[in-house]
């Protein structure tokens, strides 16, 4: 065996210099190649492929949603082509097993944690012959001590450098089963905590001050573990952390101390899955939001009290949407206190309740996966038609996006910190909306 090749396909690519996110998932999986194995990771978002240089001995193994699918299978071919095994997990192996055993010699079902190691030692032993055809996790891992990131893979993929923002994962799981969420069946149903110790000694090993977290749903930890939530805020209070990004539902605002204990160990930002001011739509929405404008402006209010911004998370074309659902949208973002905002065409991703209700009553459209990026519509909405949608979509997106309206929540956003951290808050203040108006944006260009 000559090496192991992790390869993440290209998506955002480089802004100013720097890829967005870094390959976390990537550098979990590299910390588990035996240190006698040389490892490397490849993301397409930083460089381009030296794809020529692969061959016999090499284990190649590709991360991928569903978005950047095709992309994979692209690599995967030419990898098998000159001779080196291929090996694809991530989100969208893991809910379409079958689509992804078209192009690759294996495909990992799950989080990969038990079975990578396993397919290292097969290929090590009989190479390709040696791969099985499918991997699959029979257990959710219990977090501790798992995949830990080693000191090789942080010096190679040298993040501060390369990133904008450090990926981090704490907790994982969530049981709420939003009918177009795949976290149910990608991280489990229930809440798993990664002990505070090795939290701790992943950031200071890693030296980053700032990060984003991959959790699913960090916010239900307050109503679920409260203890271990404190717990974490107390040790991360002194790591003298920049700030943080954790992704959460709005019961959060019921939590006032433990807002303010995250507030003062560097979480100072909540994006919350409010999802619609439709209260029709509240069957889809998994119990965490109602769709009620008042109960959302509160949440708002009450987070914000104890100095914490919030970005709120929306999704436009549920089956009891109507245009008056998207001029509602617009007069409660241009009147709300929000700092950022991410409205999003709904999907029907592979795993979810939502394509399952699509297969049934034909209303899937035939378009590429790399559409699946929630700024196209992939599927026949309810209540208009396709290019309906797609207009209404755009007469939203072009109001909250334009540049006034970014200006105008990235300066509230500044505006929660003290004017000696500015400089340092510049960056978060305006990205995130940047980020949304860019991604809203690609669906013209592709
Ligand atoms: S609460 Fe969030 S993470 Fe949980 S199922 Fe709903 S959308 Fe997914």
């Given at each position: 065996?000559?090496?192991?090749?992790?390869?993440?396909?290209?998506?955002?690519?480089?802004?100013?210099?720097?890829?967005?996110?870094?390959?976390?998932?990537?550098?979990?999986?590299?910390?588990?190649?035996?240190?006698?194995?040389?490892?490397?990771?490849?993301?397409?978002?930083?460089?381009?492929?030296?794809?020529?240089?692969?061959?016999?001995?090499?284990?190649?193994?590709?991360?991928?949603?569903?978005?950047?699918?095709?992309?994979a299978e692209a690599i995967a071919r030419v990898a098998k082509r000159q001779g080196a095994g291929v090996v694809v997990g991530g989100v969208h192996a893991t809910l379409m097993p079958e689509h992804v055993q078209r192009f690759a010699h294996s495909v990992f079902v799950g989080e990969g944690y038990f079975t990578w190691p396993q397919a290292i030692q097969d290929f090590a032993a009989?190479?390709?012959?040696?791969?099985?055809?499918?991997?699959?996790?029979?257990?959710?891992?219990?977090?501790?001590?798992?995949?830990?990131?080693?000191?090789?893979?942080?010096?190679?993929?040298?993040?501060?450098?390369?990133?904008?923002?450090?990926?981090?994962?704490?907790?994982?799981?969530?049981?709420?089963?939003?009918?177009?969420?795949?976290?149910?069946?990608?991280?489990?149903?229930?809440?798993?905590?990664?002990?505070?110790?090795?939290?701790?000694?992943?950031?200071?090993?890693?030296?980053?001050?700032?990060?984003?977290?991959?959790?699913?749903?960090?916010?239900?930890?307050?109503?679920?573990?409260?203890?271990?939530?404190?717990?974490?805020?107390?040790?991360?209070?002194?790591?003298?952390?920049?700030?943080?990004t954790a992704q959460s539902e709005m019961s959060v605002a019921n939590y006032p101390e433990l807002l303010e204990m995250g507030r003062a160990a560097g979480l100072d930002k909540h994006f919350i899955g409010f999802e619609s001011v439709n209260p029709d739509n509240r069957r889809e929405l998994g119990g965490k939001s109602r769709g009620k404008v008042e109960q959302t402006r509160e949440a708002i209010r009450k987070i914000h009290a104890t100095g914490t911004s919030v970005v709120g998370l929306f999704v436009m074309g549920f089956d009891e949407d109507?245009?008056?659902?998207?001029?509602?949208?617009?007069?409660?973002?241009?009147?709300?206190?929000?700092?950022?905002?991410?409205?999003?065409?709904?999907?029907?991703?592979?795993?979810?309740?939502?394509?399952?209700?699509?297969?049934?009553?034909?209303?899937?459209?035939?378009?590429p996966w790399r559409h699946y990026d929630t700024a196209h519509v992939t599927y026949v909405p309810r209540h208009f038609t396709v290019d309906e949608l797609r207009d209404w979509y755009d007469w939203l997106c072009r109001r909250i996006y334009s540049p006034w309206q970014i200006a105008r929540r990235g300066f509230r956003s500044l505006s929660r910190h003290p004017i000696s951290q500015a400089g340092k808050k510049l960056f978060s203040s305006f990205s995130t909306d940047y980020g949304y108006r860019r991604t809203y944006g690609w669906r013209h260009v592709t």
């Amino acid at each position: 065996m000559r090496r192991v090749v992790l390869i993440r396909p290209k998506r955002d690519g480089r802004i100013f210099g720097k890829a967005p996110g870094s390959p976390y998932t990537l550098m979990r999986l590299a910390s588990l190649v035996p240190e006698e194995i040389p490892v490397e990771i490849w993301d397409e978002n930083i460089r381009a492929l030296p794809l020529d240089t692969l061959g016999e001995g090499d284990l190649v193994g590709i991360t991928s949603m569903t978005l950047t699918i095709e992309r994979a299978e692209a690599i995967a071919r030419v990898a098998k082509r000159q001779g080196a095994g291929v090996v694809v997990g991530g989100v969208h192996a893991t809910l379409m097993p079958e689509h992804v055993q078209r192009f690759a010699h294996s495909v990992f079902v799950g989080e990969g944690y038990f079975t990578w190691p396993q397919a290292i030692q097969d290929f090590a032993a009989e190479g390709t012959q040696g791969l099985k055809p499918l991997y699959r996790d029979e257990a959710w891992a219990n977090l501790e001590g798992v995949a830990r990131i080693s000191d090789r893979v942080i010096q190679m993929v040298r993040e501060n450098e390369h990133y904008w923002t450090p990926y981090l994962e704490i907790t994982r799981g969530c049981p709420r089963n939003c009918s177009f969420c795949t976290a149910i069946r990608v991280s489990g149903r229930r809440m798993r905590l990664r002990p505070v110790d090795e939290v701790v000694d992943e950031i200071e090993r890693r030296g980053i001050k700032r990060f984003f977290l991959t959790d699913d749903n960090f916010g239900l930890n307050f109503i679920t573990d409260p203890d271990y939530c404190a717990e974490l805020f107390q040790a991360l209070m002194r790591l003298g952390l920049h700030s943080w990004t954790a992704q959460s539902e709005m019961s959060v605002a019921n939590y006032p101390e433990l807002l303010e204990m995250g507030r003062a160990a560097g979480l100072d930002k909540h994006f919350i899955g409010f999802e619609s001011v439709n209260p029709d739509n509240r069957r889809e929405l998994g119990g965490k939001s109602r769709g009620k404008v008042e109960q959302t402006r509160e949440a708002i209010r009450k987070i914000h009290a104890t100095g914490t911004s919030v970005v709120g998370l929306f999704v436009m074309g549920f089956d009891e949407d109507t245009p008056a659902t998207f001029q509602a949208m617009w007069d409660f973002i241009r009147t709300s206190e929000l700092d950022g905002v991410s409205v999003t065409v709904l999907t029907p991703y592979p795993g979810t309740p939502f394509r399952a209700l699509c297969e049934q009553e034909g209303r899937l459209l035939d378009v590429p996966w790399r559409h699946y990026d929630t700024a196209h519509v992939t599927y026949v909405p309810r209540h208009f038609t396709v290019d309906e949608l797609r207009d209404w979509y755009d007469w939203l997106c072009r109001r909250i996006y334009s540049p006034w309206q970014i200006a105008r929540r990235g300066f509230r956003s500044l505006s929660r910190h003290p004017i000696s951290q500015a400089g340092k808050k510049l960056f978060s203040s305006f990205s995130t909306d940047y980020g949304y108006r860019r991604t809203y944006g690609w669906r013209h260009v592709t």
